[in-house]
């Protein structure tokens, strides 16, 4: 018996500490965010000289602050040196949080000096770095039980497809269908048997590898290029009956209004496009901290346009994406291409901890009522897909 309450105290002991390393995580974050706020404030006193300059380093506002925290401390009644304990944590968060900022205006004074960089470079080296890092382990964890949220958003965007697709068998159109953004080729695979030809693009020469080793007897159906498809897609005009973009890749492009042109390019007549983006208007992006890791595995900033994405072991790397609204996307949208349906998707399953949705009973008990919330007209899911038909 003693055993097994060490065994219980020390899991406590690890889920409180993994608490506390995502709130002060959430701090430091929210110390870059200021960073800018204050670079921000610093270039518009340069441009005017009104006033002084706004500092990093604030004594009087960290007095203020460490003795707001020692009154919050203090209601916990754990110990008398609670307090003092939470403060001297407190001192070092600070003190962090000033060396960030410091170091991201260093940053972006070499930037300035370097004729205003902005960072692209950087996103597309963490998205290369990133599927690198994921490859072997991308199908596992998007989706089966490591995420089941994530496989439900596939299970989700499968019942939106099987209404798409008969749609188009209805217009005769199952010629070339487009997955950008394949990654390993997961849903180009599952979609081949509906078309003559599907070919898979994707910017990261490592998920093309592995998806080109899937391919087994389909000839010439199946292709897996390496294309950078924000340059444009490489296929004929009017050539393709669907094109698909999923798990939110519609938002990884910085041009989306080039982007849905192309999409419009490409599509025959009565052809169609399944998109999926980063919901601007979902509940997950709208709180500014969860205590625990997302069931999606990703945080998106909607004022900096980057999205932090899990790495296996823990760490984070930023990439580019734009979080949308329905709106925004309907005035982007160019002639041809008419909006059939939309969906936003999941919304409660997203702010959970990904723990609990590994419970099979919790796990099909939220998702059916995501499930319903989805299909009801709820614009509060974390991804917002879109079917389009060119008209």
Avoid at 71 to 88: M, N, T, W
Avoid at 134 to 148: A, F, I, L, Q, T
Avoid at 271 to 284: K, Q, T
Avoid at 332 to 350: D, E, V
Wanted: with cysteine.
């Amino acid at each position: 018996m003693r055993e097994l309450s060490k065994k219980i105290l020390r899991t406590r002991i690890d889920q409180a500490n993994k608490v506390i390393i995502e709130a002060v995580a959430n701090r430091m974050r929210l110390a870059e965010d200021m960073a800018e706020v204050k670079w921000k404030l610093h270039a518009r006193w340069r441009s005017h000289k009104e006033g002084e300059p706004e500092e990093i380093v604030q004594p009087d506002r960290e007095k203020v602050l460490l003795k707001e925290v020692r009154k919050l401390a203090a209601g916990e009644e754990i110990s008398e040196s609670f307090p003092d304990s939470i403060a001297a944590l407190f001192t070092l968060v600070i003190g962090e949080s000033c060396k960030v900022q410091m170091l991201n205006w260093q940053e972006k004074e070499r930037k300035e000096k370097n004729g205003g960089a902005n960072g692209e470079d950087k996103f597309r080296e963490n998205l290369l770095v990133l599927t690198e890092r994921w490859v072997h382990s991308y199908d596992s964890e998007y989706g089966g039980e490591k995420r089941p949220v994530v496989q439900a958003c596939l299970d989700f965007e499968d019942e939106i497809l099987e209404w798409v697709f008969s749609h188009l068998d209805e217009h005769g159109l199952n010629g070339l269908a487009l997955d950008i953004g394949t990654a390993t080729g997961q849903k180009t695979l599952s979609v081949r048997k509906r078309f003559e030809a599907v070919w898979g693009y994707d910017v990261s020469p490592h998920m093309i590898t592995v998806a080109n080793a899937k391919i087994t007897g389909a000839g010439d159906r199946i292709k897996f290029e390496v294309k950078d498809v924000e340059e444009g897609i490489p296929a004929l005009d009017e050539s393709a009956s669907f094109v698909i973009l999923n798990l939110g890749t519609a938002s990884d492009f910085r041009n989306t209004e080039k982007l849905l042109q192309e999409i419009s390019r490409v599509l025959k007549r009565g052809g169609a496009a399944f998109l999926s983006f980063y919901n601007r208007d979902a509940i997950l992006y709208s709180l500014e901290y969860l205590p625990w890791e997302s069931a999606l595995n990703a945080r998106i900033n909607l004022d900096k346009d980057f999205l932090e994405v899990g790495l296996p072991g823990g760490k984070t790397l930023s990439i580019f994406a734009s979080a949308y609204s329905l709106g925004e996307l309907e005035k982007i949208l160019p002639r041809h291409l008419t909006l059939m349906r939309h969906f936003t998707f999941p919304t409660i399953s997203a702010i959970l901890p990904n723990d609990i949705l590994k419970e099979k009973k919790a796990k099909e008990t939220i998702i059916a009522f995501d499930k319903s919330l989805a299909e009801n007209g709820s614009n509060s899911g974390a991804y917002l897909m879109l079917v389009l038909e060119k008209t």
